[in-house]
């Protein structure tokens, strides 16, 4: 059975720093796009990063954000640094073989975690 694990959200100041984890088990993704996707309250799920040969960023973290994973560990990875008030949601961790510009649509991923939340105080 394939689980995603999140974790390392939590409360922070505008402009300081987090990293979140994901540990997937059940099957080996080293040949997936491993992503994380944010969902605000009161808003839809949005795409944040993915990594597969290649990283995706969507523009609002770009500069700040760092994806990375461990196919070794089976994990993923989200540097965030310079956060803003404005990204406090619940950081999500997905799966999946999307091709293109489907890396950023929350439909191509097959497998999700339950989610970390990270609050950005001001």
């Known amino acids: 059975q394939v689980q995603l694990v999140e974790s390392g959200g939590g409360l922070v100041q505008a402009g300081g720093s987090l990293r979140l984890s994901c540990v997937a088990s059940g099957r080996t993704f080293s040949s997936y796009t491993m992503s994380w996707f944010r969902q605000a309250p009161g808003k839809e799920r949005e795409f944040v990063a993915a990594i597969s040969w290649r990283t995706y960023y969507a523009d609002s973290v770009k500069g700040r954000f760092t994806i990375s994973r461990d196919n070794a560990k089976n994990t993923v990875y989200l540097q965030m640094n310079s956060l803003k008030p404005e990204e406090t949601a619940v950081y999500y961790c997905?799966?999946?073989?999307?091709?293109?510009?489907?890396?950023?649509?929350?439909?191509?991923?097959?497998?999700w975690g339950q989610g970390t939340p990270v609050t950005v105080s001001s």
């Open positions: 997905a799966v999946g073989r999307p091709l293109g510009r489907d890396t950023y649509s929350m439909g191509q991923y097959d497998y």
